[in-house]
């Protein structure tokens, strides 16, 4: 996924992604070196822009963001240090997007993984976890997954017991069904670290 990097290439110049495996690590670089077979995220480019904007300024949005994408890096979620060996700067702004739903199999898991992004980031940096809401399984394919069922409670408790500070948070109610998933709502979290 990368929508998410449309709105966050508008404040930052260089973006790190981290990934788990490398299936994930090459679909990204395949994007952003424009290469054939790369996944087409002109849908999302169009989520990001003005009605009224021509395909010129689409590329030029979809440029800004391969240009800001400095490195797509492997990592480990259970190393007390997930880039060992690699010493990477402190971040100002980490994005969690749905990484905590799927990785962890219950609430402990969720809190031992989340303890790790502070570690990562500046004092005062940023961080904005976005999840889902009542899931329990997602589906790729004819493969059913496992998801963490948690509340808006459980995600805001998680936060503030880290060392996180809820600057805003929203809720949306999921608007549309699918045999693929079963979330009730999407979090959105935006916080800053103490």
């Not at 709105?7 to 670089?29: G, P, Q, T």
């Not at 496992?146 to 805001?156: I, T």
Request: net charge negative; aromatic share 12%.
């Amino acid at each position: 996924m990368i929508h998410h990097l449309f709105a966050a290439c508008e404040f930052f110049n260089h973006v790190l992604i981290l990934k788990i495996n490398d299936r994930c690590i090459m679909e990204v670089m395949r994007w952003v070196d424009s290469r054939t077979g790369a996944f087409n995220w002109n849908f999302a480019t169009n989520l990001h822009v003005d009605k009224g904007e021509c395909s010129d300024q689409l590329q030029d949005k979809e440029g800004k963001v391969r240009s800001a994408l400095q490195h797509v890096v492997k990592y480990d979620i259970e190393k007390e240090n997930i880039m060992h060996p690699i010493e990477l700067p402190l971040a100002d702004c980490i994005i969690s997007a749905w990484l905590l739903d799927v990785i962890s199999k219950d609430p402990d898991d969720f809190i031992r993984y989340l303890r790790k992004f502070p570690k990562l980031m500046k004092p005062g940096g940023h961080f904005i976890f976005i999840g889902c809401l009542g899931q329990t399984y997602y589906t790729i394919g004819k493969d059913k997954f496992h998801a963490l069922n948690y509340d808006e409670e459980f995600a805001r408790k998680a936060l503030v017991g880290e060392g996180f500070v809820i600057d805003r948070c929203e809720v949306k109610m999921r608007n549309s069904e699918s045999d693929l998933i079963d979330y009730k709502a999407i979090i959105f979290i935006a916080a800053h670290r103490e």
